[in-house]
């Protein structure tokens, strides 16, 4: 039996329908929703992080069928293997996982999929190099796209850089999508949590009063209160 077929025989055997039934409702599954089609097998986060680090050694082609997989967890253990990978490789295998990855997006497509892949694969690499590319995902017609590229910013603000976060949050800040709206908003409070509070409160100034509801509460999450409230009378 190959690597791909124990791992799958193993998602199934892991599986729980009622966690399954759980799950399809919490990532909106149903007909019209974000979701729609979403088909889950019930496996927890911590057990598809152990299965990846399992399997970490399986093929290209092998994670290149399970990342097209029907089943959330399949492809969700297929980028947490790319994800491992990136972070264990040279220079060479980062770029081809990085490469991989953005040819992959149509099947990167729920949130937790793009939040705990994104950052690691797209902002690891872009760390110190162009990052044209972001700009262009931002501006993608994908929903999932313009999450990854928002994303990404992840791993600048950890390391003290704010100013692609806050220039992709301008390009988002019309997105008429909840989940663009929730990401941006995480960010520009974790802007103001890891690099400068001044800075956020500056693009807080410029742009609350036309920011989405949704965005412009999870930006000033982390706010005095009187603050907060200020922000929220001169917003939408």
């Known amino acids: 039996m190959s690597q791909l077929s124990q791992l799958q025989s193993e998602l199934?055997?892991?599986?729980?329908?009622?966690?399954?039934?759980?799950?399809?409702?919490?990532?909106?599954?149903?007909?019209?929703?974000?979701?729609?089609?979403?088909?889950?097998?019930?496996?927890?986060?911590?057990?598809s992080r152990h299965l990846a680090i399992k399997y970490k050694n399986l093929s290209w082609p092998?994670?290149?069928?399970?990342?097209s997989s029907k089943n959330h967890e399949a492809r969700l253990v297929a980028l947490?293997?790319?994800?491992?990978?990136?972070?264990?490789?040279?220079?060479?295998?980062?770029?081809?996982?990085?490469?991989?990855?953005?040819?992959?997006?149509?099947?990167?497509?729920?949130?937790?999929?793009v939040d705990l892949s994104a950052h690691q694969i797209v902002g690891g690499f872009l760390l110190n190099r162009p990052r044209g590319i972001l700009?262009?995902?931002?501006?993608?017609?994908?929903?999932?796209?313009?999450?990854?590229?928002?994303?990404?910013?992840?791993?600048?603000?950890?390391?003290?850089?704010?100013?692609?976060?806050?220039?992709i949050a301008r390009i988002l800040l019309n997105d008429k999508h909840d989940l663009i709206h929730k990401v941006v908003g995480w960010m520009l409070r974790e802007v103001g949590k890891r690099v400068s509070l001044e800075t956020e409160r500056k693009f807080l100034n410029a742009h609350a009063s036309h920011m989405?509801?949704?965005?412009?509460?999870?930006?000033?999450?982390?706010?005095?209160?009187?603050?907060?409230?200020?922000?929220?009378l001169l917003g939408k």
Do not use: C
Request: aromatic share 14%; charged share 25%; glycine share 6%.
């Open 135 to 167: 700009f262009t995902l931002a501006q993608s017609a994908s929903l999932w796209e313009r999450r990854i590229a928002m994303m990404a910013t992840f791993q600048f603000i950890y390391h003290g850089q704010s100013e692609d976060t806050l220039k």
């Open 62 to 67: 092998e994670i290149a069928t399970l990342i």
């Open 80 to 113: 947490l293997i790319l994800v491992h990978n990136f972070k264990k490789g040279n220079e060479v295998e980062r770029e081809k996982i990085f490469t991989f990855y953005l040819r992959q997006t149509r099947y990167i497509n729920n949130w937790d999929l």
């Open 212 to 232: 989405p509801r949704t965005m412009l509460r999870y930006a000033i999450e982390r706010l005095p209160e009187s603050e907060r409230n200020k922000y929220l």
């Open 12 to 47: 199934r055997s892991l599986g729980s329908p009622q966690k399954a039934k759980l799950l399809q409702r919490f990532f909106k599954t149903g007909p019209g929703e974000y979701g729609e089609g979403e088909v889950f097998l019930g496996i927890t986060v911590p057990v």
